[in-house]
Each structure stands twice: as structure tokens, then as C-alpha cells.
């Protein structure tokens, strides 16, 4: 294992709704960061191709023609779009993990992916349960997706937005032993003491930290006059869209901020050098799901087998019998 290396955190804004184009411009974010020496890179939730801001600006009337461009634009496994990002990992032999809104049938669900410096796909997290609105978007993920990858950079994991404040969640993670965790989020919101706050989501994921004794690394997007223009019906609509907000920073186990920050209206990427020797002390004094549990009285049940809503049984005999078949009998 690689004691120290560099990890980085995106903060940026997706072309939105157009896939092709926010996949080129993930890759060429990869590629920089590469260029400045990470090997670990995060980014924002739902970055492919961004997040469907609409459902908090109106009903479901006034979304339906967001949703459908949003459906033709999610990402499917396989496709040319997770080939583009296995050989941006590939080509810079880097570890990155990006957040996508992930087409599967019929339904659409929010997805962490994760590539590793071979360009392989090993794995993908879906957001157990879809914050209030997003319900209308998202649906549920498993325990089957919800990994933590044991790699030369340390045990590598991620969680979306409110996903950190679920506590269950917390000790999922810790019972097996993540080390780097990335923190994908949307923007903020610019309301001071909101619940989607800046502050709200720097204290959620500051307080993950501490809790896990894991290295942070918080993406974020930030909103853009494309996005207003595009969603901002309404004086209302573009009043509660504000430039910026995004607040990315990669966080230590001691819940300090040990990377660089950007303006919140900036679109870049946040650095700093990780040193996995740093858990151990506090590891010593705090593991939630190891010698500092109470299993006695207080445990969870973590089931990780995968929840099918269909499950089909055998296999049907085709019932096509060929025009020449026909004809000939």
C-alpha cells in the first residue's frame, strides 16, 4: 500500500443535460487532475449529466420535458460513455469515482462509478434511498452496490449528498474499514441555515470524518447562467437559482479542511496530500464498528445480497416459428 499520495476533488458544472458532451469534459477533468498528480479523483453527484434541479422549482407537469432529456442522456452499462471513462482512467492510471445518473431498463438511479488505473469498471454505488423529491427521478439502490474497494491508495468507498447523514450508513461503512471516501454533492443552496446549506453539507461531511476516521474528498457542482437559463421559467424559478455555490475541499480524520478551495462560482479542482498513517491514532481512540461498539445490545444488519423486484425463474421457449418454416410444414 502507498502510504502518501495526492488525491483531488472536482468542483464543476456538467454540460448540463447533454451527455456526450459532459462525458468529454469529465475525461479532460481526469486528465488534469492526472497532470497535477493525484491518483484518487472525485466528483459531484449526478455530474453525468447533472443534477435535475427542476424538481425542486415546480411539479411534475412542469419537469416532464427535463425528465425525458434527462433519460435520453443517462448512461448505460455498457455504452461508448463508460468506454470514454475507462480509458481516461487507463490512460492516466488513476483511481476516479464519478456520480451518474445511471439508465437500467426502464428506470433511471443515481450511481457512483468507480474506475480503476487499469480502466476497468470495478464496481458502483446507487444511492440506497432518493432524497425526498428525487424520488421522482431515482430509484432505490442495495447493499449489493454499496463497496469499499481495498487498492494501493487504501480502502476506497463513497456515499451521495444526505446519504451522510443517515447513520446506519455511517457504520455500514466503517464495518469495512473504508479509509478515502469521496463525498459526491450537488450545489448548495444560497439560503442561509438551509438544509441543503453550504454549511449543512461542510458540517455533514466534516462530522462522516471524524466519525469513519477517513480521508474526505468533497465534490460539488456549482450553478451556471446555462442552468438558469434553461430551468428559470419564472422570476421565482431563476430568483432561487444563484451563480455558484459549489464548496468542494477534501477533509482529513480530524475534520479539518487540508486542501486548497476554489470561489464558490469557480470551476476547478481541489488538491491535497494524503497520509493513511493519520487514521491510526484515531482509530485507537474511535471504531464505531470495532472495539469501540456496544454489540451486545446495539447492531446493525448489513445485508449485502442483491434485491431483485423481478425474479425470473427457467427459461421461456421461444414461440417465433420462421415464414420458411411455416411455408414448408
Given at each position: 500500500m502507498n502510504q502518501t499520495f495526492k488525491a483531488a476533488a472536482v468542483q464543476a458544472a456538467a454540460v448540463y443535460l447533454d451527455l456526450e458532451a459532459t462525458i468529454d469534459k469529465t475525461c479532460g477533468l481526469v486528465d488534469e487532475a492526472a497532470a497535477n498528480g493525484a491518483k484518487v479523483i472525485a466528483f459531484p453527484?449526478?455530474?453525468?449529466?447533472?443534477?435535475?434541479?427542476?424538481?425542486?422549482?415546480?411539479?411534475?407537469?412542469?419537469?416532464?420535458?427535463?425528465?425525458?432529456?434527462?433519460?435520453?442522456?443517462?448512461?448505460?452499462?455498457?455504452?461508448?460513455?463508460?468506454?470514454?471513462?475507462?480509458?481516461a482512467a487507463k490512460r492516466n492510471k488513476v483511481y476516479f469515482c464519478v456520480s451518474v445518473t445511471e439508465k437500467d431498463r426502464g428506470s433511471l438511479y443515481l450511481t457512483q462509478l468507480w474506475f480503476n488505473p487499469a480502466g476497468d469498471l470495478i464496481g458502483k454505488?446507487?444511492?440506497?434511498?432518493?432524497?425526498?423529491?428525487?424520488?421522482?427521478?431515482?430509484g432505490d439502490g442495495d447493499g449489493s452496490m454499496m463497496p469499499v474497494f481495498e487498492t494501493e491508495y487504501g480502502n476506497l468507498g463513497g456515499l451521495q449528498c444526505w446519504e451522510h447523514l443517515i447513520p446506519l450508513n455511517i457504520s455500514a461503512m466503517a464495518s469495512m474499514n473504508?479509509?478515502?471516501?469521496?463525498?459526491?454533492?450537488?450545489?448548495?443552496?444560497?439560503?442561509?441555515?438551509?438544509?441543503?446549506?453550504?454549511?449543512?453539507?461542510?458540517?455533514?461531511?466534516?462530522?462522516?470524518?471524524?466519525?469513519?476516521?477517513?480521508?474526505?474528498?468533497?465534490?460539488s457542482q456549482i450553478w451556471t447562467e446555462e442552468m438558469r437559463d434553461m430551468l428559470?421559467?419564472?422570476?421565482?424559478?431563476?430568483?432561487?437559482?444563484?451563480?455558484?455555490?459549489?464548496?468542494?475541499?477534501?477533509?482529513?480524520?480530524?475534520?479539518?479542511?487540508?486542501?486548497?478551495?476554489?470561489?464558490?462560482?469557480?470551476?476547478?479542482?481541489v488538491y491535497a496530500d494524503i497520509d493513511l498513517k493519520q487514521i491510526i491514532p484515531g482509530k485507537f481512540l474511535i471504531d464505531h464498528a470495532g472495539h469501540y461498539s456496544t454489540p451486545g445490545f446495539l447492531s446493525l444488519t448489513f445485508d449485502k445480497s442483491v434485491h431483485e423486484p423481478v425474479k425470473v425463474i427457467g427459461e421461456s421457449k421461444p414461440n417465433v416459428i420462421g415464414y420458411e418454416a411455416i411455408h414448408n410444414s
Open positions: 453527484e449526478a455530474f453525468v449529466p447533472g443534477y435535475p434541479w427542476w424538481i425542486w422549482l415546480g411539479n411534475a407537469d412542469y419537469g416532464m420535458k427535463y425528465y425525458v432529456r434527462l433519460y435520453e442522456n443517462s448512461v448505460e452499462i455498457p455504452s461508448p460513455s463508460i468506454r470514454k471513462l475507462s480509458e454505488h446507487r444511492k440506497l434511498k432518493a432524497t425526498n423529491a428525487e424520488k421522482v427521478i431515482w473504508e479509509q478515502v471516501h469521496v463525498a459526491s454533492w450537488p450545489t448548495g443552496l444560497p439560503f442561509d441555515g438551509h438544509l441543503f446549506g453550504i454549511d449543512v453539507c461542510e458540517i455533514a461531511t466534516k462530522y462522516y470524518a471524524i466519525s469513519n476516521q477517513t480521508f474526505c474528498l468533497l465534490a428559470g421559467e419564472t422570476e421565482y424559478q431563476r430568483n432561487y437559482m444563484k451563480i455558484g455555490y459549489g464548496f468542494a475541499q477534501i477533509i482529513a480524520p480530524n475534520g479539518q479542511v487540508i486542501s486548497n478551495t476554489l470561489e464558490h462560482d469557480e470551476e476547478g479542482i
